[in-house]
């Protein structure tokens, strides 16, 4: 149990200290712009291409993992989904940003820092895949519902753009091509460079956590609606059970793989939840709720799978 608290209190800590200065110092939100565009923009995608590229390429196209945790994923969302459809009577709007908050892991600022800290860089690649593929499918899912919904006065072919132009122009689905690309022409960068995104690497992790703390704390958190409970019971204990009992059934993942999706599958909703309802004007206030205290809520859960995981007591 040392062990396990040593890899959880770090991790949490961070989130705590960026939480704690965003309460209790009073400094403008704008500035906090800028740290979000250091990390979604530079650190995180630098880190992953780095470390995709130096992957030999045979790892990267496994596509029985991919379509094993994106599924999980997709089913974990229509679980949620449908709590959201019988909470909110019938309002598909409401029922999607559910969805999402049962489905939608903060993998970008959580997720690296996690299984990195736990597993080291062997866990790296289904890290990015995961990231890449779970970010896709939710850039799909969401616009598409919500025309369905008729919040968004488009057409489908104006949905299926902006669906187009979000996947590939996120800066981690970028950086992942890119990662991919050189791993498959076998490019390294030179020295300087190299040396370059070594640092933004090294600060990825921490300025991720220590500015989703403070993400957390100047959102404002809305009435808790009774369906919450479910929606994060399903988030952080159903997902990741699922997505292990799947990988087992299946068979012949590398063991470091399989702990890789455990852990990004148990990480409470991403901030990501908020904004998406923000976006649409749909279920604002509450879904702010779902992060605050998922998060929250997860410094349990997720330190209890490590520990599983660890301890050898889910037998990956």
Same mark, same amino acid.
């Given at each position: 149990?040392?062990?396990?608290?040593?890899?959880a209190l770090p991790f949490f800590g961070l989130i705590l200290l960026g939480y704690g200065a965003?309460?209790?110092?009073?400094?403008?939100?704008?500035?906090?712009?800028?740290?979000?565009?250091? !990390?979604?923009?530079?650190?995180?995608?630098? /880190?992953?291409?780095?470390?995709?590229?130096?992957?030999?390429?045979?790892?990267?196209?496994?596509?029985?993992?991919?379509?094993?945790? *994106?599924?999980?994923?997709?089913?974990?969302?229509?679980?949620?989904?449908?709590?959201?459809?019988?909470? %909110?009577?019938?309002? #598909?709007?409401?029922?999607?940003?559910?969805?999402?908050?049962?489905?939608?892991?903060?993998?970008?600022?959580?997720?690296?820092?996690? *299984?990195?800290?736990?597993?080291?860089?062997?866990? %790296?690649?289904? *890290?990015?895949?995961?990231?890449?593929?779970?970010?896709?499918?939710?850039? #799909?899912?969401?616009? /598409?519902?919500?025309?369905?919904?008729?919040?968004?006065?488009?057409?489908?072919?104006?949905?299926?753009?902006?669906?187009?132009?979000?996947?590939?122009?996120?800066?981690?689905?970028?950086?992942?091509?890119?990662?991919?690309?050189?791993?498959?022409?076998?490019?390294?960068?030179? *020295?300087?460079?190299?040396?370059? /995104?070594?640092?933004?690497?090294?600060?990825?992790?921490?300025?991720?956590?220590f500015a989703m703390g403070v993400n957390i704390a100047l959102r404002p958190v809305g009435r808790?609606?009774?369906?919450?409970?479910?929606?994060?019971?399903?988030?952080?204990?159903?997902?990741?059970?699922?997505?292990?009992?799947?990988?087992?059934?299946?068979?012949?993942?590398?063991?470091?793989?399989?702990?890789?999706?455990?852990?990004?599958?148990?990480?409470?909703?991403?901030?990501?939840?908020?904004?998406?309802?923000?976006?649409?004007? !749909?279920?604002?206030?509450?879904?702010?709720?779902?992060?605050?205290?998922? %998060?929250?809520?997860?410094? #349990?859960?997720? %330190?209890?799978?490590?520990?599983?995981?660890?301890?050898?007591?889910?037998? #990956?």
């Amino acid at each position: 149990m040392q062990d396990v608290i040593t890899l959880a209190l770090p991790f949490f800590g961070l989130i705590l200290l960026g939480y704690g200065a965003g309460k209790f110092k009073n400094l403008p939100e704008a500035g906090l712009s800028w740290m979000n565009f250091f !990390v979604v923009y530079l650190a995180l995608p630098a /880190l992953f291409f780095r470390l995709l590229s130096e992957t030999p390429f045979e790892q990267l196209a496994n596509l029985s993992y991919i379509a094993a945790t *994106t599924f999980t994923t997709y089913i974990v969302f229509a679980i949620s989904f449908c709590i959201g459809v019988v909470a %909110t009577r019938g309002s #598909i709007g409401e029922s999607t940003i559910l969805g999402i908050a049962g489905a939608y892991s903060n993998v970008g600022y959580m997720g690296p820092g996690l *299984t990195l800290a736990v597993l080291g860089e062997q866990a %790296t690649v289904p *890290t990015a895949l995961i990231l890449t593929f779970d970010n896709a499918l939710m850039f #799909i899912l969401a616009p /598409l519902l919500m025309a369905l919904a008729g919040t968004e006065n488009e057409t489908f072919a104006a949905t299926l753009k902006q669906i187009v132009y979000k996947i590939f122009t996120h800066p981690f689905i970028l950086a992942t091509i890119a990662g991919v690309f050189a791993a498959a022409v076998e490019f390294r960068p030179p *020295t300087a460079i190299e040396t370059m /995104l070594l640092y933004l690497s090294n600060a990825a992790a921490p300025c991720a956590l220590f500015a989703m703390g403070v993400n957390i704390a100047l959102r404002p958190v809305g009435r808790i609606p009774i369906e919450l409970p479910l929606v994060l019971s399903v988030k952080l204990v159903l997902h990741p059970i699922l997505i292990f009992l799947l990988l087992s059934w299946m068979g012949g993942f590398d063991p470091s793989w399989v702990a890789t999706a455990v852990l990004m599958s148990c990480l409470p909703p991403a901030t990501n939840v908020f904004v998406i309802a923000q976006q649409y004007g !749909v279920y604002v206030q509450r879904a702010s709720s779902f992060v605050l205290i998922g %998060t929250a809520i997860s410094i #349990i859960t997720v %330190t209890a799978f490590i520990w599983a995981i660890t301890s050898g007591f889910l037998p #990956i």
